[in-house]
């Protein structure tokens, strides 16, 4: 009878075991040929709002009468101009790069502030039911009984229009999009086989919530979230669009496409530019939510995976 030893094995670093996830994502990604662009382009916009100010702040601020309305593609005055100058005379290139990081906070802040606050709420509503369920759902019938872009006009004329108060307001008009999802999908999910063993065996209520509920219904927030994004942002530009927004000397593209609607008849860049970026910001996040519904889902991502072998 042979004597063996068992050798055991090292577990493998953190980043070996999480690389082929990671292939796997990319993978998946480089399958759908539109979200992988529209994912570039996203990444691009979040490289202008994290490094813009610092690059080219000075120039978007500094005026230049000569330049007034200047045409674009005109490089005579500098690369700076390609997209042309505004009424002041600023480099419209430059104003759209750091104009990108407000637009995106504020939106990002937003999705952010409602999705926390919608799904707490949610989850307390879904999974305690009785009178605390009815009380949180009838809070949402009142937010939703008010037009969303109605509400906002009403609260920023009492407030001073600021990056704080845009978020704030835009906010509390997303919470119930994120209430009424979770609750839903959590009176479904409560009653799984899995949710009902974690019980039998004593789990306390927030163990069960947000380890067994929270990422199965995570992936549907996620998705819902990514086209709020674009829906804030377009909340966003409408009411800088409308004089109740950021005010100068701050900068958004809304605010640059509302400076802009004078000169349309003789300067039209000065408010093409920057609804062109407003255009494809939020057409890149409609086509990643749809590449997210399907990578997310486990009944379909096995089509996405199949196009990543193929195309690899």
Known sequence: MSDTTTVPVPPKPAAMRERPALL???????????????????????????????LMGDAAGGQNLRARNAPPFDLSRGWLYVLGGDALGRPLLARIVVAAQNTLLIAAGAVACS???????????GYRGGWTGEVIMRLADVIMSFPSLLLAVIVLYMLAPSVANLVLVLAITRIPIYLRTTRAEVLEVRERMFVQAA???????P???????????????????????????????????????????????????SQGRQYLTSAWWLAFWPGLAIILT???????SGWMRVALDPTQRWRLEIGGKRNG
């Open 24 to 54: 796997r994502l990319a993978s998946m990604l480089w399958a759908d040929k539109f979200a992988f662009a529209a994912a570039l382009l996203l990444l691009a916009m979040i490289g202008c709002a994290l490094v813009g100010p610092w």
């Open 282 to 288: 939020t057409m890149s996040l409609n086509l990643l």
């Open 115 to 125: 999705m926390i606050i919608g799904t707490t709420l949610g989850l307390v509503a």
């Open 199 to 205: 019980i039998v065996m004593g789990a306390s209520t």
């Open 207 to 257: 163990r069960i919530v947000f380890r067994h509920i929270l990422p199965v219904i995570l992936p549907t927030l996620l998705t819902i979230a990514t086209l709020d994004f674009a829906f804030v942002m377009l909340a966003e530009s409408a009411l800088s669009f409308l004089g109740i927004g950021i005010q100068a000397p701050e900068i958004t593209w809304g605010l640059m496409v």
